[in-house]
């Protein structure tokens, strides 16, 4: 991740008296301000986005917590994103299947199984049974599929598309349903998190997997399924995500002549946003801008890669109020230190991009996927 000069001047506001609710989280005020170092963003040509040429590769980008304020303060720090460069932009409906506001395990399965559940369920539905995800459906076609985040492996949206767990919070069972999945790359934090794992849990992980802690490894080159977990997922992680969106690409591409999914999350938008911390939030924005850089320029070049960014839902319930283009300065409200039920941005790239230039629910964006890569349900 490139350095940002990031100055925070912070403070809540007076508590407004407001008695309001959102997920047993009371409305307050933060109001914040930053400026950010300005980074380079991408546009592509064009020439393939919005055609009918066939669709190999999807990759699907979720910036955890990423409304339309986050991306707004990103796009106005930055004077500009890559995603806000492309031509299609939809609207995403988040509610669960018990919630007007979901949390990231309903709207991770959603986008992973194109099936609405509950708050808190991981690949189950409102029964508690297991649903196929993505790659489950994809692998038997011959697909390559991986996920990638700056969570751990165990959070609520990488573990959607390869666990079927009842409670997000069952990290344990959450690790233990890898070898059994049609993963043939995860990525995510951390090496401490998968050492602290029973060891017969990390033993048939290593059955399985190659385990690498360095992308550099000889041995995630010469491996056929490969888990790299890196040192740190923090915002001292340097160029990790983007880096790793990169090397994702390049390993699904080479195991499978058929085509590839890859799920990549910006993670820590979401977690930032919780704590109203508005020069984190913009960071992690801009790094996240950054992998999607990698994933536009991968499908520009190969004509058959359609890309899709958008989040499972919006954190913070964060307004932009205000702000300078020449120096990179903006201001922002955060109404809530929860998740908000507002619709989500979502940007598209490549064939097809313009069949979810609607508003649409997040499970719709799974049945598209997979339609356009010719599975059945």
Known sequence: MKKYLLLSLAALCAALGLSAQTENQEITVAAAESYATQQSTYTPSFKVDGTNAKVRNVILLIGDGMGHGAVNAAMYANDGLTMTNLKTFGLVRTQSADNFTTDSAASGTAYATGVKTNNGFVGMNTERERIANIPEILTPMGYACGVLSTDDLNGATPASFFAHQAARGDKEEIWADLPASPLVFASAGKQSTFEELPLATQEAIRKTFTVVY???????????????????????????????????????????????????????????????????????????????????????????????????????????????????????????????????????????????????????????ILGLLGAKK
Not at 276 to 284: G, I
Not at 352 to 368: I, L, P, T
Request: glycine share 8%; aromatic share 8%.
């Open 214 to 368: 360095d992308p550099k490894d000889p041995a995630a080159a010469a491996s056929s399924r490969l888990v790299y977990l890196p040192k740190s997922v923090h915002l001292d992680r340097g160029d990790y995500l983007p880096a790793t969106t990169e090397m994702a690409i390049n390993y699904l591409a080479q195991r499978s002549k058929k085509g590839f999914f890859l799920m990549v999350e910006g993670a820590r938008i979401d977690k930032h946003e919780h704590s109203n911390e508005l020069p984190e939030t913009l960071a992690e924005t801009l790094d996240f801008d950054k992998a999607i850089e990698a994933a536009v320029r991968f499908a520009e070049k190969d004509g058959h890669t359609l890309v899709i960014i958008s989040a499972d839902h919006e954190t913070g319930a964060t307004i932009l109020t205000g702000g300078d283009l020449e120096t990179g300065f903006v201001r922002t409200v955060f109404a809530s230190k929860g998740h908000s039920p507002m619709m989500v941005p979502l940007f598209a790239y490549g064939p097809h991009s313009r069949d979810f230039g609607c508003v649409q629910e997040n499970s719709d964006v799974a049945n598209k």
